[in-house]
């Protein structure tokens, strides 16, 4: 693949975003979005966080270690993210967005 003058790839590896996508939604059964942050609620320190939403936006129960590795995986895929934000990783097109910027988009 031809890199940019940057070291990037020419052209993104969509491959692996995709095939993450199918990974995750056999792993959790019903997932259409993840979000991914290091604020989670009940800890005072930086801490891993996802929360799994079905296609109603209805928060679906996942264990702890499930949805560590869902978030661990959808972080190795994009190492380039400012993850000082919020992401969310939407299955359906395997593509991932800031989710200040999805608020936004819904007027909030």
């Known amino acids: 693949m031809l890199a940019m003058p940057s070291g990037n790839s020419a052209c993104p590896d969509t491959g692996s975003r995709r095939r993450l996508a199918v990974q ?4 959790i059964r019903g997932a259409a979005t993840i979000r991914v942050a290091f604020t989670e609620p ?5 801490h891993l966080h996802a929360v799994v939403k079905d296609e109603t936006g209805t928060t679906l129960e996942v264990g702890r270690t499930t949805a560590t590795v869902a978030a661990r995986w959808i972080l ?3 190492p380039e993210a400012d993850w000082t934000r919020p992401h969310t990783f939407r299955l359906s097109d395997a593509t ?4 200040d910027l999805l608020a936004v988009g819904r007027g909030r």
């Open 42 to 46: 009940r800890q005072r320190w930086p």
């Open 76 to 78: 190795r895929v994009w």
């Open 96 to 99: 991932l967005i800031r989710s």
């Open 24 to 27: 995750l939604a056999d792993m």
